[in-house]
């Protein structure tokens, strides 16, 4: 039996002037599915989801969300989707039940309904004892909970989820993972998640699409997107006397895959990493170089975006979009 789709996305492309800030998108969603995209800030990641929730039109291509077309039935996708974005939203002057309240109203639902779906979702998320406190008092993440448990009043078939904890401490980023992983045992509800946080993706998602300047460079689930690159372990050296009878050598043993240069560092992409890094650090120093610090680890989507760029999502993270012009907006355009 084939797979419902909760999103169709085809050769969607968004231009700001001369800026291509999505270009050429396409992919799709099953219902039910948690899909997540993963990219530094500035990949087009919030341009893209503003696009699947109404609030940018698409240069070209074509969306469809909830089966219907965001360019041309803007309304009938807004009523059937949630969107928590970036930044807070939720009413620092009203309380917690209010900014419910009002958010239900919004959507028409009647009260008695509107009552009952608000105590499930404050339980839901642990905000039941603190749903008539201010939100000027709430900790951030005890914030985000409110806004994804608001969002769900009206039982949106989708719930977009633009970097929903980014500024969010360690522990308070793992509750709401906790509350992301509750919410999928409804099968009904379909999340899309944006994030350029690789933990977050490896652990919430089904599937993953890797974006990069506005482009998918992969898709898949994290377990497949790995076993793309050769190796199930890297080694990283950092080295002293670095010539390139060193990497020869190093790439002349057999559990050795490939092996990338970064200034003074040496990645090996290698097999079983904790076995064998004494013969490739043996290696080294048989070619006259000197290894001051040795690191393994197992293959991560930080990887997978490395192999198709050849840069980490840390570098990129570094070409930050403006504060003033807002996230999904290339900086050179300005206002």
Not at 273 to 297: C, F
Request: some cysteine; charged content about 25%; overall charge neutral.
């Amino acid at each position: 039996m084939q797979e419902k789709k909760a999103i169709t996305v085809s050769e969607i492309t968004k231009k700001f002037g001369t800026i291509t800030a999505v270009d050429n998108v396409s992919f799709e969603v099953a219902e039910g599915e948690f899909f997540g995209f993963l990219g530094p800030n500035g990949a087009g990641k919030t341009t893209l989801i503003r696009m699947l929730t109404t609030l940018l039109k698409p240069t070209s291509g074509k969306a469809v969300v909830s089966c219907c077309d965001v360019a041309r039935e803007p309304a009938a996708v807004r009523r059937a989707i949630g969107v928590v974005p970036q930044a807070m939203t939720s009413d620092l002057d009203l309380t917690g039940y209010e900014n419910m309240d009002i958010y239900g109203r919004f959507y028409g639902i009647r009260s008695k309904e509107r009552k009952e779906r608000m105590r499930y979702l404050l339980d839901m998320v642990g905000l039941t004892a603190r749903a008539n406190d201010l939100v000027a008092t709430y900790s951030g993440g005890m914030r985000r909970r409110l806004e994804i448990a608001r969002v769900l009043v009206h039982k949106p078939k989708i719930l977009f989820l633009d970097e929903p904890t980014i500024g969010l401490d360690p522990q308070s980023r793992r509750v709401v993972w906790g509350l992301l992983e509750k919410l999928m045992e409804d099968d009904s509800l379909t999340i899309f998640l944006t994030t350029h946080y690789m933990e977050e993706a490896e652990a919430l998602c089904k599937r993953v699409a890797i974006i990069d300047a506005g482009k998918i460079i992969a898709i898949g689930s994290p377990d497949e997107l790995k076993s793309q690159i050769p190796g199930n372990d890297i080694v990283s050296l950092s080295l002293a006397g670095f010539t390139e009878s060193i990497v020869e050598k190093a790439e002349s043993l057999p559990f050795v895959h490939r092996i990338v240069v970064e200034d003074d560092y040496i990645r090996a992409y290698v097999d079983s990493g904790a076995k064998n890094l004494p013969m490739l650090i043996d290696e080294v120093r048989s070619s006259g170089g000197t290894v001051l610090s040795a690191t393994v680890h197992e293959q991560s989507l930080e990887d997978v975006f490395i192999h198709y760029t050849g840069k980490t999502i840390r570098e990129e993270e570094a070409k930050k979009v403006s504060f003033l012009v807002g996230p999904g907006i290339p900086q050179k355009l300005g206002r």
